[in-house]
């Protein structure tokens, strides 16, 4: 299980991110997921919440959107979604094709932040 | 009172990773030197496929070597110093995979230049070690006959992120009804057009064309 560690990864990112832009606190993280990029969704969701601890992102969610894997398909000529990981194969005319166009995304898109003011706010 | 505010980040979870193993890819590339990796389950014949490697490209002459990934022995080490090779332990502790640091940290300041190719033993996973580039210029996966003819349906992305299959420990494969064809056919599936080859370390059989393979990507490089 690496969730962790990318967890953390993600978690030291925002931090940074979130100072530089003058927010106090993270409310949530923006990922997007692809389904070949090796990473757990469950277990990522998981490793998160204790990533988070201790962090300006403590309490955060994070949102995740699964990217499907998109091949082009040499025969058909344009790109197609694959129906499973399993086979990759155009879902239109059955050719197999190595060509991954999309799917093997770890990104983070945005968060949203609270600035000092917005938390102390929020606290009175 | 002001609200929260959207900030767009883009941000590849992954970049430092990714950008060291694009440094490795270009030091390797200018010391001249092939990198080739090792992916599989435990157990599934790496060390052994390994230590045969390692022994026959020496007697061809090339210099070779290996780094290896190990949870918490170097037991594998040991064994790969066998074949008389320069041989570097990477004991990853709890970590199930190596990463680009791992890599860079253990290779410290070896002379590559000295080197045809380096092999890179990844610690037993197919999950993990897929996400993480390592800046090898060939991965190979192994799967062995005793697992089964459908792992790469049930590892798909490790096999997707690979760019050679070799099928280990073929002299089992009659004692443990393991079909071929389905294997080939599966692997085709999550990988179209991999390169697929099957070896026992055991008896020899295929070892010859598996060493041919590692040795002509050598000598593309030293086309390019």
Known sequence: MHELSIAMSMVEMATEECRRLGGERVNSLHLKLGLLSGVVKDALLFSYEIACEGTPLQGSSLLIEDVP??????RCASEKTLDSIQLFACPACGELTPEVIEGRELLVVAMEIEEKQQVAEAMS | MSTPRLVEVRQNVLK????LARSLRKRFADSGVLVVSFVSTPGAGKT???ERTLSSLRETGLQVAALVGDLATDNDADRLARS???VRQITTGTVCHLDATMVEKALGDW??????????ENVGNMVCPSSYDLGENLRIVLLSTTEGEDKPLKYPTIFNTSDVAVITKMDLASVV??????????IQHVRP???TLEVSVKTGAGITDYLDLI???VNQKVSI
């Open chain 1, 69 to 74: 894997v998109k091949v082009f398909c040499p």
């Open chain 2, 16 to 19: 430092q990773n990714d950008l």
């Open chain 2, 48 to 50: 052994a496929l390994l």
């Open chain 2, 84 to 86: 008389k090779v320069p």
């Open chain 2, 111 to 120: 002379n590559l230049e000295a080197l045809d190719i380096l092999f890179i």
């Open chain 2, 177 to 186: 009804d393991f079909d071929l064809e389905a294997a080939r056919t599966n």
């Open chain 2, 193 to 195: 057009g991999m390169k």
């Open chain 2, 215 to 217: 040795v002509s990507h």
